[in-house]
């Protein structure tokens, strides 16, 4: 499924309107999006195992970001983008807390949940947002505010050419 320019525009207006920190950092940046919405954005680490892609929680005063921390910071990043583009672009599926273990929620009532976002349960549009919004971001994050690239840390490079090599024929 291709993205078309309608779906493109629509997500460089939402990244558009947000404020990215230079340099780039997760919490930072998550800190940011939750005093621009006027609604606290709390980050939830999932430990090894139990899965390698995130989830949103979304309350009636709070919303819970899940990401994966078995993977490289690189793919954790994307992982929790992907989750803030699900949040921007308020896609909602109101359905039970049984997307994430119980373990995970030992302080959120299933009454108090309104709708969980889970990889799996998306339409195809929206998983499509979801990763445009997320590449969008990463790639303004990487440029900074003077629009260069600036340094690559060393984490970062190695998951790039690892990335790479899975493109690579020869």
């Known amino acids: 499924m291709?993205?078309?320019r309608s779906m493109w525009r629509r997500c460089q207006r939402i990244v558009d309107r947000l404020s990215i920190p230079t340099p780039f950092e997760p919490g930072r940046f998550v800190d940011a999006l939750a005093r621009q919405r006027d609604r606290p954005v709390e980050l939830v680490p999932m430990p090894?195992?139990?899965s390698q892609c995130g989830a949103l929680v979304a309350t009636d005063h709070v919303d819970y970001l899940f990401y994966a921390t078995s993977t490289t910071r690189l793919h954790r990043e994307h992982?929790?983008?992907?989750?803030?583009?699900?949040?921007?672009?308020g896609h909602?599926?109101?359905r039970s807390l049984t997307a994430l273990p119980p373990a995970l929620l030992p302080n959120l009532s299933v009454d108090l949940v309104r709708r969980?976002?889970?990889?799996s349960d998306y339409s195809a549009v929206q998983e499509q947002?979801?990763?445009?919004?997320?590449?969008?971001?990463?790639?303004?994050?990487?440029?900074?505010?003077?629009?260069?690239?600036?340094?690559?840390?060393p984490e970062m490079a190695d998951g790039l050419a690892r990335l790479g090599s899975i493109?690579?024929?020869?």
């Open 92 to 94: 909602v599926d109101d």
């Open 48 to 50: 090894g195992g139990v």
């Open 167 to 170: 493109f690579d024929t020869g």
């Open 116 to 119: 969980v976002l889970g990889r």
């Open 2 to 4: 291709a993205v078309d």
């Open 129 to 153: 947002e979801a990763e445009l919004i997320a590449s969008i971001i990463a790639q303004r994050a990487r440029r900074g505010p003077t629009g260069g690239t600036g340094p690559v840390d």
């Open 79 to 89: 992982i929790l983008l992907h989750e803030v583009g699900h949040l921007l672009c």
